[in-house]
């Protein structure tokens, strides 16, 4: 009963934060590019350096086109740091919680408040698995806080996270898996990515790339920004 509500609250506090950045960027007041390179404003040091090593292994892995070894970067990526830590341990600290539950919707927002950008076809299968799967991994750490809280029982909050994660690592595994089998195909043949360009540097041209197109229909599908 406690997970269902918590679960709601977090899918509720996600849908008016998405309406928030669809509306301020209709008007102007909202930049897609600002959001996503200040994303990752409170991450702790050790997840953070964790996270930079796989930014690095990701771009070498997509330089020598190795997608198994990329979908076990981009899974543990988005399990172990964002899901896991991002949003499980966060959560029982709520604030956390509800600070990345409302940058997820405001970001999401904004993307999709601009056709040009917005997630299609595959790009938008893994919005959906991934994002889903951080609501629910979100709530499974608030309800370890607000079960006690609400006179519940802390292990049958235990066995709830212990219940449902398993959902929550089959959708990022399948998130994964059809990202980087959008990224195999539409990389064209022969491309050759430089030694020294970085993930950041990547996504800033990519950005960049966008701006230019802003109001012209075309093929672009962007990934999904992973916090």
């Known amino acids: 009963m406690v ?14 934060a998405l309406l928030s950045g669809w509306r301020r960027a209709k008007r102007g007041r909202l930049d897609v590019t600002t959001l996503v390179q200040t994303r990752r404003a409170f991450i702790d040091p050790l997840t953070r350096r964790f996270q930079q090593w796989g930014q690095r ?3 070498n892995a997509l330089r020598q086109k190795r997608w198994f070894r990329l979908w076990l970067l981009i899974s543990a990526n988005n399990l172990g740091a964002v899901a896991f830590v991002g949003r499980t341990l966060y959560g029982v600290a709520l604030v956390p919680a509800v600070y990345f539950t409302y940058r997820q919707g405001l970001t999401h927002g904004t993307f999709l408040a601009q056709p040009s950008i917005r997630p299609r076809g595959e790009m938008l299968q893994v919005m959906v ?6 609501l629910l991994a979100t709530a499974l750490g608030v309800n370890l806080v607000m079960t006690p809280l609400t006179g519940g029982v802390f292990t049958d909050a235990l066995a709830s996270l212990l219940t449902f994660y398993p959902v929550v690592a ?10 980087v089998r959008a990224l195999r195909s539409q990389m064209p043949a022969g491309l050759q990515i430089p030694e020294n360009l970085t993930v950041e ?3 800033a041209k990519a950005m960049e790339m966008i701006k230019r197109r802003s109001g012209h229909d075309g093929p672009l599908q962007p990934g999904t920004p992973h916090e």
């Open 129 to 134: 698995l991934e994002f889903g799967a951080y």
């Open 3 to 16: 997970l269902g509500v918590t679960f709601l609250t977090v899918c509720f506090l996600y849908a008016a």
């Open 170 to 179: 089959a959708a990022l595994l399948a998130g994964a898996w059809l990202e």
């Open 201 to 203: 540097e990547l996504r």
């Open 57 to 59: 292994e990701k771009m």
